[in-house]
């Protein structure tokens, strides 16, 4: 289970205006469950990822990952949590390049330290369509088997949550299909996914869609018909555009300028 | 696992890396190599002996005169071995005596010119298991068996020059080994004291006080002559090894930087799906270790090529003693192989702990890779460059031999505080001229960040695309614009990056500079240091022998000669029995019997002050006191250690004048026989002669190794930084940017790079040569002026620019080929 308390957050970049990428944002995710957030470039998609996963900390509110609150362990133990709890797809640079796609899988077990069988790894790459490729390298496969790969490596482990950052953005549509399919798929062992995307057919996907807009929850819906339909598509799109009148301003913390 | 995985699908990369180790590791296997078959051998007169006792060695040699042992009294000697003879299986042990005796059969001197060994006691010969091949042994003082090579039959007459005079022998007996073998009464007065006894038989077991030597340690008994050729080569190949672990260290760790900050992704990945900061350190240790291990393999493979050609090398530079062969010992390459290794991950542990800062944002967020000087950087490229300033200091006020020594090492410190500090010098420069023309109103801006870099990198294509097609006469200024821009924009927003380039390029011009400089500061100085001393004199010399007999040295007695005899002293230092080099001076103004004068540096040395006794032992063994009269500042024509000459001719009988010096047009006319006189400037040209070629031929070597070493880490770090920057390239091409103005881009911005490596490479070594120039003009009292040649300059300087704009626009017009 994943929950997100009044999250805040201010990008701070050298000579820059400070930019409030996260103002008071709270969710909580069901088990099991797949939810798209989704808003225009610059609403905080990305940093309520980051956040949530405990790779960015954010400047108040409390992450609850299975229970455990981030906001309170070291950088070391976080990262032994994201190693035993989370897994993650990338929209690229999800693979090592000089290892084989069984090697990728295993990585996060080896890095744990913990003996991975490979029956375990095959089984995992099997599940998303790649026991033949199990020894190819990251450059000899395809970006949609690239990202089944990711996933295959994100499930390994049973983590409780899956975070996916725009995992479809550089596929076609046909590999899009396939590797959203595998992560709902997922969502039957009790992993609960959450996705940043911009893409209306990807969200179609999801249980529930999450809008963000300036930094703060600007709608929350769930969706209706079954995973992926192309109508429950254009419908998330449709309310997407109504509520996206001009284009995102960013917001500014008073008086932040130097 | 990915270290090992790395290291089979990304070799391109580390092949730098690879190759320096390897480079690395040649020249040090080498340098091995060649120590290891430049140990003396065991001198033939020896061949024979089971083992040879010595005694005690001094605490401290102020002087290359001696091996620094402390000659036993002829009493004593007799005694020791007397006792070693009751040992059962002992069948010998005798003193050896050795004494200049060079045979002048028809008045030419015969035999190895610098040979101060030549004459022995008749018991010495069975040492070398040499015979008597015909005739018999001497019996009467002026009698002697000598070496068949002299073509000598029992009976004839022969003259031969001994310390007191030249004196005619009479053949008794012709041996098989080399040498004048006279009784061992006459010997004995030649050289009362002892320095070795041979031992033939069983090796007894070693006396209190005594050093056995067996096997082939009996060859660190060996004439002088053949220590100092050993003790050059010595200096020379550390000389080497020191410059080449230096650049190895300085190469590796910017081979290893540049391909950790093209990596920055993939360590962010690692942190993402669970790597802590340890494993990540780890991993990129092991890659070191894995890439130092193969550059190791292929090193030693490399060093048993290199070591004969750089032992003839020094055997033509009369830096170590002809062999038969240079045999690839393990043990030498095993060091090499292993220093290999630690210096890789010596390299890797910078590179590690940068890898180790990687967050997992950096798998989303391309930061452009090595951005900014690690504080660790920073620091220890301060107290580096603080070291070196305290280095300096010092080289300029040691003396003789340590300077040079000193030199070296002030120099590569600062070359090291250099390449650490070179991202901070970049940073300031790109910063101060973005600042100068943001204030000229033309925009690009310090402190860019990488997505306004690539936002900036991308506007300004597109101009450029605006400016190709545009008429003519606006193309050159925009495009010589806009390659600028980029170039400062990359140097101010990833200085480290450009480092990589800059450092290797400090490294090869540092130290091409900085050793020709130091030839040409001494080569300037020390004739000129010798003609100052010696204006007015000139020198006169025995032809073809080590010195001037007494009775020339009388024969040249006119006013206002000085004819120096020249002996070893032992006294008591502060660390224990010092060696020094002692003058006894004919001039009773100065010194008599029981007095010594010390010059004013030996004497703080030795801690003692005008009015002290001080116990000195002589080469005959025996202790006298002597009373310290004065103390007064260093001069070269009187000598640091001064006592009585006939004080001296009664404790060293072997001693030998090297060089009288008389007025000019006071040398007398004929010379004694054998004699020859120089003018001072011809005289001190024909005493540096030796050295110079010497240094000069240590130059040649180290200036090619440091630069071609360098040029190869230029070309490396380039070849690996532009394949880290695939990104950025395609952005440019995405704004219009063709493969030539890539190519152009890059082979300026690695121009400017080694540019600013040859500048600091050159900067760094003006305080070593200024503290050796300054060191020399005060132990010479002329003016010394530190010189910088400018054909080494120019080469290492010309060849690092050439090698990084070829390197680098032809791997970036590659890399853009291949997309």
């Known amino acids: ?67 455990t609150d981030l906001g309170t362990l070291s950088e070391r133990r976080r990262t032994l949590l994201r190693r035993e709890r989370a897994g993650f797809v990338f929209q690229a640079f999800n693979l090592v390049a000089s290892l084989t796609a069984a090697q990728n899988v295993a990585l996060p077990a080896r890095l744990a330290r913990r003996r991975i069988d490979g029956a375990a790894v095959t089984a995992a790459l099997a599940e998303v369509g790649l026991d033949g490729r199990a020894g190819h390298r990251p450059a000899q496969l395809s970006g949609g088997e690239q990202q089944r790969v990711a996933i295959a490596r994100a499930l390994v482990t049973r983590p409780d949550v899956v ?96 | 696992m990915i270290a090992w995985g790395n290291l089979r699908t990304r070799w391109r990369e580390l092949v730098a890396t690879v190759l320096a180790v390897a480079v690395g590791v040649g020249l040090l296997g080498a340098v091995l190599l060649a120590a290891d078959a430049a140990r003396p051998p065991v001198q033939d007169r020896f061949a024979a002996t089971s083992a040879l006792a010595v005694p005690p060695a001094v605490a401290e040699s102020r002087t290359p005169r001696t091996d620094g042992l402390v000659p036993w009294p002829a009493g004593e000697a007799d005694a020791l071995a007397a006792r070693l003879r009751a040992t059962p299986g002992v069948t010998a042990a005798v003193p050896d005596r050795s004494f200049p005796a060079v045979p002048m059969p028809g008045g030419r001197p015969f035999g190895v010119p610098e040979d101060r060994e030549g004459g022995h006691g008749f018991a010495s010969l069975a040492l070398g298991g040499y015979r008597v091949v015909a005739g018999e042994a001497p019996r009467r003082p002026g009698e002697a068996v000598v ?45 009362p004291g002892v320095r070795t006894i041979g031992v033939l038989g069983a090796v007894p077991p070693a006396p209190t006080g005594v050093t056995l030597l067996s096997g082939d340690d009996r060859g660190a008994v060996e004439p002088v002559q053949d220590s100092r050729v050993r003790h050059r080569g010595t200096q020379l190949l550390a000389a080497l090894g020191l410059l080449t672990g230096v650049t190895t260290a300085v190469v590796v760790s910017a081979a290893l930087s540049t391909v950790v900050a093209g990596r920055r992704r993939e360590l962010g990945l690692l942190r993402t799906v669970g790597a802590t900061p340890g494993q990540v350190r780890r991993t990129v240790l092991g890659e070191a270790a894995l890439t130092g291990a193969a550059g190791a393999v292929l090193g030693t493979a490399l060093a048993v090529g290199l070591a004969p050609a750089l032992y003839r090398a020094l055997v033509a530079v009369e830096a170590a003693q002809p062999v038969d062969g240079v045999p690839p010992v393990p043990g030498p390459l095993l060091t090499a192989g292993a220093a290999g290794v630690l210096l890789a991950l010596g390299g890797g542990l910078a590179a590690s702990r940068t890898a180790a800062r990687a967050t997992p944002l950096d798998v989303v967020v391309d930061r452009g890779g090595a951005r900014t000087t690690s504080r660790p950087r920073l620091v220890s490229g301060v107290v580096t460059l603080l070291v070196g300033a305290g280095l300096a200091t010092a080289t300029a006020v040691a003396d003789g031999d340590g300077r040079i020594g000193l030199a070296l090492t002030t120099g590569a410190v600062l070359v090291v505080a250099a390449a650490l500090l070179a991202p901070v010098v970049i940073g300031g420069l790109a910063g101060a001229g973005a600042a100068r023309r943001c204030r000229a109103g033309a925009g690009a801006g310090a402190g860019v960040d ?309 500048v600091l490479g050159l900067v760094v070594t003006l305080p070593p040569l200024a503290a050796v120039a300054s060191g020399l003009a005060r132990a010479t009292g002329v003016p010394v002026l530190p010189v910088i040649d400018p054909g080494w300059a120019s080469l290492a300087a010309g060849g690092c620019l050439v090698v990084a704009a070829a390197t680098a626009a032809l791997t970036t017009g590659r890399a853009a080929r291949h997309g």
């Open chain 1, 1 to 67: 289970m994943l929950e997100l308390a009044d999250l805040r957050h201010v990008h701070r970049s050298r000579g820059a205006t400070p930019v409030r990428a996260l103002d008071g944002v709270s969710l909580r995710l069901r088990p099991g469950t797949l939810t798209a957030v989704m808003g225009p470039s610059g609403s905080g998609k990305s940093t309520l990822l980051h956040c949530a996963a405990g790779l960015e900390s954010p400047e108040s509110g409390r992450v609850l990952l299975g229970g």
């Open chain 2, 450 to 758: 990488a997505v306004a870099r690539a936002r900036a990198g991308a506007a300004t294509r597109i101009r450029v695309g605006a400016g190709a097609r545009s008429p003519g006469r606006y193309r050159t200024p925009f495009r010589a614009g806009v390659t600028a821009t980029l170039v400062r924009a990359e140097a101010a927003a990833a200085p480290a990056r450009a480092a990589a380039v800059t450092a290797p390029a400090v490294v090869a011009v540092g130290f091409a500079v900085l050793i020709g400089g130091l030839v040409d500061t001494m080569a300037a100085a020390y004739p000129a240091e010798r003609t100052a001393v010696l204006a007015g004199s000139v020198a006169v010399e025995q032809d073809g022998a080590p010195g001037l007999p007494d009775a020339a040295v009388r024969a040249l007695a006119v006013p206002g000669a000085r004819t120096p005899l020249p002996t070893v002293l032992v006294l008591p230092g502060s660390a224990g029995p010092t060696a020094v080099d002692a003058v006894g001076t004919a001039d009773p103004g100065l010194v008599r019997p029981g007095e010594v004068v010390l010059a004013a540096p030996v004497a703080t040395a030795l801690g003692v002050t005008a009015g002290d006794t001080v116990p000195a032992r002589f080469a005959d063994g025996t202790t006298v006191p002597l009373r310290v009269t004065a103390t007064p500042p260093p001069d070269e024509r009187r000598g640091d250690v001064v006592v009585d000459r006939a004080q001296v001719r009664t404790h060293d009988p072997a001693a030998l004048t090297d060089t009288a010096f008389l007025p000019v047009g006071a040398v007398p006319d004929p010379l004694p026989p054998g004699a020859v006189a120089r003018d001072a400037q011809a005289y001190a040209l024909a005493d540096y002669a030796v050295d110079a070629r010497l240094t000069t031929a240590l130059a040649g070597l180290l200036v090619a190794v440091s630069a071609g070493y360098g040029g190869i880490a230029v070309a490396g770090g380039i070849t690996a930084d532009a394949r880290s920057r695939r990104t950025d390239r395609a952005a440019l091409v995405a704004a219009g940017a063709t493969r030539a103005r890539l190519a152009a881009t890059a082979a300026a911005e690695a121009t400017l790079a080694a540019l600013l490596g040859a």
């Open chain 2, 147 to 191: 070496g068949a090579a002299l073509g000598l039959m029992p009976g004839a007459t022969v003259p031969v020059l001994f310390a007191d005079a030249v004196r005619p022998v009479r053949v008794t007996g012709v041996t098989d080994g080399p040498g004048v073998y006279l009784t061992d009464t006459e010997a004995a007065r030649y050289a």
């Open chain 1, 163 to 258: 975070f996916a950052d725009e995992p479809t953005g550089a596929l076609d549509s046909a590999s899009s299909a396939a590797v959203l399919a595998l992560l709902r798929r997922s969502t039957g062992t009790a992993t609960t996914i959450l996705m940043v995307t911009h893409d209306p057919a990807a969200a179609a996907w999801a249980d529930e869609v999450v809008v963000l807009r300036d930094g703060r929850v600007d709608d929350r819906f769930a969706t209706q018909g079954r995973p992926g339909d192309p109508d429950t598509a254009t419908v998330i799109g449709r309310r997407i555009t109504a509520g996206n009148a001009g284009p995102a301003a960013v917001h500014r913390v008073p008086g932040g300028a130097r």
